[in-house]
């Protein structure tokens, strides 16, 4: 969809209950918003959770965006006991790229970026080697190498959080070589996205395509997911595979996995920066 700066999303949870539909849309017509894109799933038809999503066009809006929030956080909100949240297309979301040595993943995200097609306000890439200033300096993004050496992680880890403070609503790991501490991950709940070189939850940790050679899959995969404090175990995002033979060596499978990982990885990316995804435990429901 092309940008548009009038457009705003729309997210809410509750507890399931007949009218919700109808109260929201209401509202919203009565203040001139007009709905043009609406998904809605309720976890059980008796006693469970629902979840909406609405796409708004914004530009005949009777009141500013404060009053609209508090009105709706007032009117209908607290009747039906709703987590919710209004974002607006016009102030896309801050975004921190982190990577190591390989460039495949970082560099799709940045060439999508250019091109328009990732509505995103990329800050910063960071990363642990000074590999990949250069590439990253060429799309005019500022470049930022943090050495973490063995035994200094603490330390590593709060130069990165230092840099990012109040600057980044989205921290992206583009093959990101290191494990972030449950300290970290607190910092940024379901903001952080990861791409694991496997498919989930299959061949979890280090060297996924040598585990997969060895137990001669048929399929090799890659997977996108919000990071957590359990290692390769957050809410799914999105997954691809991709077949293969015997005749295929663990260079053979890497080379083909590259492919899958910047893919899955952008899409993902895409998913967040236009809130296509809401996540109910530990399973995310990607709408749209």
Not at 152 to 169: F, T
Request: proline content about 6%; some cysteine; glycine content about 8%.
């Amino acid at each position: 969809m092309p940008f548009s700066p009038n457009i705003a999303r729309l997210l809410i949870s509750c507890p399931d209950r007949p009218g919700i539909v109808a109260e929201v849309s209401g509202f919203l017509y009565a203040h001139g918003a007009n709905i043009t894109d609406l998904d809605q799933h309720s976890t059980d038809p008796e006693g469970g959770t629902f979840f909406m999503r609405l796409e708004l066009q914004t530009p005949h809006l009777d009141v500013g965006r404060a009053a609209l929030e508090r009105s709706f956080a007032d009117v209908v909100a607290a009747r039906f006991g709703m987590d919710w949240r209004l974002s607006y297309a016009a102030e896309p979301k801050r975004v921190a790229l982190l990577a190591s040595k390989a460039d495949h993943a970082l560099l799709e995200l940045l060439w999508q970026w250019k091109r328009g097609h990732l509505p995103a306000d990329v800050r910063m890439v960071i990363s642990n080697h000074d590999t990949l200033r250069a590439a990253v300096e060429g799309f005019g993004v500022p470049f930022h190498h943090v050495p973490c050496a063995p035994g200094h992680k603490a330390e590593h880890e709060a130069h990165v959080l230092s840099l990012m403070e109040g600057q980044v609503d989205l921290v992206v790991l583009a093959r990101y070589m290191q494990v972030l501490s449950p300290e970290f991950v607190a910092r940024y709940p379901n903001r952080i996205i990861n791409i694991h070189h496997s498919f989930l939850p299959a061949f979890v940790g280090a060297n996924p395509y040598r585990q997969a050679f060895d137990r001669g899959v048929k399929l090799i995969g890659a997977t996108a997911h919000y990071v957590t404090a359990d290692l390769d175990c957050g809410p799914i995002i999105d997954q691809a595979v991709g077949p293969v033979t015997h005749r295929h060596d663990v260079v053979a499978l890497q080379e083909l996995g590259r492919d899958l990982e910047r893919r899955v990885l952008a899409r993902a990316v895409l998913c967040h920066l236009e809130d296509l995804i809401m996540v109910f435990g530990n399973r995310p429901g990607v709408f749209g």
